[in-house]
Structure formats: C-alpha cells, structure tokens
Nanobody, 117 residues
Framework: EVQLVESGGGLVQPGGSLRLSCAASGFTFGSYDMSWVRQAPGKGPEWVSSINSGGGSTYYADSVKGRFTISRDNAKNAVYLQMNSLKPEDTAIYYC??????????WGQGTQVTVSS
C-alpha cells in the first residue's frame, strides 16, 4: 500500500520556524520527484517547492524562496521542508506529492501549518 504521511505542522508565531517531514512507503521513492503543495483556507492549491529524484535539483515558488528549504533522504524514504521566517500568509495545509513520468501521482493527507501571534 502506498503511503505518504506528513508531520511537523503546528502553530508558530510570525518569524518562527517549522520543519515538515513526509514519510513515504509502498513505492520506489528514489525514482520519484517530490514536491510540497499547500492550500490556504478558501484558496486553490499552490505549489511550494520540488526536488528531483536524486536530490540534486531544487525549485521554489517566489513566495517562499530564501525562506524555505526542501531536502530528501532516499535511504530513509523521506522528504523535508524547512520553513524559516514564517509569515501569516504561509498558513495552509501542506501536502506532500510524489511524481514520476508515466506513473500516477501520490498525495499525502496533509499537515496544518498556522502562523499567528
């Protein structure tokens, strides 16, 4: 059974930090590009960041560039999102996504991040 399980969300004050984790199982993790996508209340999904299967290339939305860092550990079947200098507008449910050309995508259940004083 394929599973993507996010963790690490929570309530943090503006300027604070959180580290999200996504644990993968049931598929060949090292062959998939991984992404984080978020959805704020009342808004559509927003792509946040991606990392290629080998971990050598990373990509970021302009809204998070310089504040967020994506990484992965293929030995642990995990992808991470280090979020620094958090802003209220970062409040959203954060989802982990696995993508591989010619194969179906996989999604996690999401983890809530709330940035508020």
């Amino acid at each position: 059974e394929v599973q993507l399980v996010e963790s690490g969300g929570g309530l943090v004050q503006p300027g604070g930090s959180l580290r999200l984790s996504c644990a993968a199982s049931g598929f060949t993790f090292g062959s998939y590009d991984m992404s984080w996508v978020r959805q704020a209340p009342g808004k559509g999904p927003e792509w946040v960041s991606s990392i290629n299967s080998g971990g050598g290339s990373t990509y970021y939305a302009d809204s998070v560039k310089g504040r967020f860092t994506i990484s992965r550990d293929n030995a642990k079947n995990a992808v991470y999102l280090q979020m620094n200098s958090l802003k209220p507008e970062d409040t959203a449910i954060y989802y982990c996504n696995a993508k591989r050309i010619y194969y179906r995508d996989y999604w996690g259940q999401g983890t809530q991040v709330t940035v508020s004083s």
